[in-house]
């Protein structure tokens, strides 16, 4: 079965600071798509950053930037200069090459500390 | 770009009741998808269409839900005979075949209460 694992339900941050969100999955195929998606308190999941799997080079978004670890099966997110507007659920999520369906994680929150 | 609708956004009906939730993709795109998420979950997979063809069903999607896209544009889930286990959140999502690494797009949900 493929899985999407975030070991942290929740986590804290100083406004100004950097966090990271871990993600680890499971995958027996060579080529996929991992997301982070970002859902405010009831407001709509929007997506903060993707990596194929094939591209070596670690994706980034402005303050936004991944550490993928393709033989570790690893996917973490990292928020430099947290904003308070960063205070959200964070989902780690996996697309297979052979499948367009979302598998995600059971989220993190995030609390970001003025 | 008006982004993924869906209507409404709140739904509350009694057990055993019939429900049908529309929604809108963004223009252009041909890939639809229905997720459920329940409080403190990600969304979990129910079915998702290429234009008019449903291509995949969850083993979640029982034979009380389903789906239609019948012009490749909106698209309908239905639930039949409500349960108290149906109150969830239904995403809807799109995206296009366009792009080769095919980022899906939210609506803003619906929420249904059974009660």
């Known amino acids: 079965a493929q899985t999407v694992t975030q070991s942290q339900p929740e986590m804290s941050v100083q406004e100004a600071e950097t966090v990271t969100l871990s993600c680890t999955y499971d995958t027996s195929e060579s080529d996929y798509y991992l997301f982070w998606y970002k859902q405010p308190p009831s407001r709509q999941m929007i997506l903060v950053i993707r990596q194929e799997a094939y591209k070596q080079q670690n994706a980034t978004e402005n303050r936004f930037s991944v550490n993928f670890q393709k033989a570790a099966k690893s996917f973490s997110l990292k928020i430099s200069d947290s904003q308070l507007g960063d205070a959200a659920m964070y989902f780690c999520?996996?697309?297979?090459?052979?499948?367009?369906?979302?598998?995600f994680g059971s989220g993190t929150r995030l609390l970001v500390r003025p | 770009d008006t982004g993924v609708s869906q209507d409404p956004r709140h739904k509350i009906t009694k057990r055993g009741q019939n429900v049908t939730f529309r929604c809108d993709p963004i223009s252009e795109h041909n890939r639809l998808y229905w997720y459920r998420q329940t409080l403190g979950q990600g969304p979990e997979f129910l079915t998702y269409f290429q234009n008019e063809a449903q291509l995949e069903k969850s083993r979640l999607l029982s034979d009380r839900f389903s789906a239609e896209r019948p012009k490749g544009s909106f698209s309908t889930l239905e639930i039949q005979r409500t349960e108290q286990g149906d109150s969830a959140m239904y995403l809807c999502?799109?995206?296009?075949?366009?792009?080769?690494?095919?980022?899906?797009?939210f609506g803003p949900g619906t929420r249904l209460t059974v009660l």
């Open positions: 999502a799109s995206s296009s075949t366009v792009s080769s690494v095919d980022t899906q797009y």
């Open positions: 999520a996996k697309r297979m090459d052979s499948s367009y369906k979302l598998i």
